[in-house]
DNA sequence: TTGACACATATCGATATCGCTATATAGTGG
DNA sequence: CCACTATATAGCGATATCGATATGTGTCAA
């Protein structure tokens, strides 16, 4: 058993820079692949290609707009990596749910 | 240009499964190399051949004790998948800058 | 309808990565 | 010194991934 696919893995996913380079230009909001073409220094199908990968592990989603399609990230699809991360930060967990609970009695 | 070697970028060296159990298991303290072969299901090299990766992205650290070496997290090698998730988590940013205050407010 | 534009998909060669097997290195006990 | 244990490294075949080129699909405009 090799490593699980970039198209099912967000972690594996993201191991490419130039895919999280997208998601943080995502990141300021919708774009259209030509833009990110803009942005990435790599020809359409290379961005479009990556674009599917992402799409694939829902880390970005997309709706038509003419013939155009823009991209926006999808946050919800980044949870795994923070629990994961939350796992060797036990201390900064412990902040978190002090916050939690202090936001909620602040504003109920 | 393909996507940077899982020996120098943390992102691509944490998208592998095995390692991240790994990792998950050293979260737990100090481990030696058997230990860890028990935990993941793999042989022995494959094992060492991923804790070689983890070690050249410094993600974790390891002393010799006898014959046997014990590995063990570097939690400061994860800073840059922080800073990256801390790119889309705007709105949990404000929240976590919101809680130093209080915390700070709170025990001085 | 025809042509141009925006994007997706298919295919290819080069490279990377994985797990495996075999072997090398190093510390320990007799 | 010699076996034994614990771990690292080397080489191999199979598979995955990347960027590039070529082509397919769908939308708009004249």
Not at 24 to 38: F, Y
Request: aromatic share 4%; glycine share 6%.
């Amino acid at each position: 058993m090799a490593r699980a696919a970039t198209t099912s893995d967000p972690f594996n996913a993201v191991g490419d820079p130039q895919r999280r380079q997208i998601m943080v230009s995502l990141a300021r909001g919708e774009a259209s692949v030509s833009t990110l073409v803009g942005v990435v220094g790599l020809p359409q199908p290379a961005v479009s290609r990556h674009l599917a990968v992402l799409r694939q592990v829902d880390l970005v989603r997309c709706r038509a707009s003419g013939r155009q399609r823009l991209y926006r990230l999808n946050e919800p699809a980044l949870e795994p990596i923070h629990q994961w991360l939350g796992t060797f930060a036990a201390l900064w967990n412990d902040r978190l749910d002090r916050v939690d609970t202090i936001l909620q009695e602040e504003e109920p």
